[in-house]
């Protein structure tokens, strides 16, 4: 299983960035895709989710801001940014839930929102 993301830089805020991760080794049609984000001395913690069906789900913090998606024929799912805030700054992970009880992470990619 690997997951690799990409798209993570240094943005001014209120800038954007789409961050993409590109899943193979795991049936990705019918994973739950999600991105986590960890900022330096905080926990890991959920900004987004998306089923195998379609549906999302947000965190309140981002909500209204960024937009998870997903290509089952590429086997990727995006997260685009939007608005970006300082506070978004973080090492956004993706995170995939497939069948067999697989939960997989990738490596991480940085973002850094300047003020």
């Known amino acids: 299983v690997q997951l690799v993301e990409s798209g993570g830089g240094l943005v001014q805020a209120g800038g954007s960035l789409r961050l993409s991760c590109a899943a193979s080794?795991?049936?990705?049609?019918?994973?739950?895709m999600g991105w986590h984000r960890q900022a330096p001395g905080k926990q890991r913690e959920l900004v987004a989710t998306?089923?195998?069906?379609?549906?999302?789900n947000y965190a309140d913090s981002v909500r209204g801001r960024f937009t998870i998606s997903r290509d089952n024929t590429k086997n990727t799912v995006y997260l685009q940014m939007n608005g970006l805030k300082p506070e978004d700054t973080a090492v956004y992970f993706c995170?995939?839930?497939?069948?067999?009880?697989?939960?997989?992470w990738g490596q991480g990619t940085q973002v850094t929102v300047s003020s």
């Open positions: 995170n995939a839930k497939a069948p067999a009880g697989i939960n997989a």
């Open positions: 998306i089923t195998s069906g379609g549906s999302t």
């Open positions: 080794g795991i049936l990705f049609r019918l994973s739950a």
